[in-house]
């Protein structure tokens, strides 16, 4: 059985390029055309884990009609671009809890409400929090895995980590965050974390990340319609010549 490629191990909505997503799906039909039959799309899901793409491709191998599909498609893009901008706005809420030196359990109850219900203990939570700035004080966390979250990391994680990165800049000042910045692979995070660094104001921060929190948003959105565009495409069996003429229909490059 051949190995996944990159593209299939590593596929994000927010941080793949258009073009990125587009090539996916064109290897994905130049694989269907070798193999010319179900089993193709059928292997290609052992492999695909992003919850959309994993939709258009089973829609694509369905009987189901394209409305079907295109609504199906949209009730799963309002639901991961919601849950992508909560947690985007978690991060920039961090951020500037950071700058105003805000007290971390008042930061904690904002954090926590953005849920609506309840999906922690706070008071545990804290604890955890303090907890694990004393294992990072006694060298016991790996640097380079541990602070390494985004808009992918669960609730309750993507929360405790937030609470950790605020305590330890209170503790070791905000320049103390560079330690972390290694570790760190989502760009958006990083960014936002290196603002606190720089010592920049908290409004200034706030309006920079709620821009690219918006534009990431967008951009996610862009190629979920990219993708849902593909996936019809490959379901009604268009040529490899008409997908990549409408990928580049979404593309500024092509």
């Known amino acids: 059985m051949p190995e996944p490629s990159p593209v299939q191990t590593s596929l994000d909505l927010v941080t793949i390029p258009p073009a990125g997503y587009a090539a996916y799906w064109l290897s994905v039909k130049r694989l269907v055309d070798k193999r ?3 089993d193709a799309i059928a292997e290609e899901l052992q492999y695909a884990t992003e919850p959309y793409t994993r939709l258009l491709l089973q829609a694509a191998s369905s009987s189901m009609d394209d409305d079907t599909v295109r609504r199906m498609a949209e009730n799963k893009s309002q639901t991961l671009t919601r849950d992508f901008r909560r947690k985007l706005t978690l991060i920039r809420q961090t951020a500037c809890s950071i700058a105003t030196a805000e007290n971390p359990g008042k930061t904690l109850i904002t954090l926590s409400g953005a849920f609506g219900m ?5 008071s545990k939570t804290m604890e955890q929090a303090q907890g694990l700035i004393e294992t990072m004080r006694a060298g016991d966390l790996d640097i380079n895995v541990f602070p390494d979250i985004s808009h992918l990391t669960r609730p309750e994680e993507l929360i405790l980590k937030l609470l950790f990165f605020i305590i330890w800049a209170r503790r070791q000042g905000k320049t103390g965050l560079q ?3 290694p570790g760190i692979t989502f760009p958006f995070l990083a960014d936002a974390l290196k603002l606190c660094i720089d010592g920049l ?3 200034f921060i706030r309006r920079r990340l709620d821009a690219q929190n918006h ?9 979920m319609k990219l993708g849902l565009e593909m996936a019809l495409s ?11 003429g409408m990928a580049r229909s979404f593309l500024l490059d092509m």
């Open 118 to 122: 309840p999906i922690l203990d706070e």
């Open 36 to 38: 010319r039959g179900p």
């Open 201 to 203: 104001d908290e409004p």
């Open 215 to 223: 534009e990431l948003i967008v951009e996610a959105s862009h190629k």
């Open 234 to 244: 490959l379901k009604n069996k268009r040529s490899y010549d008409d997908m990549l």
């Open 179 to 181: 330690t972390f910045l």
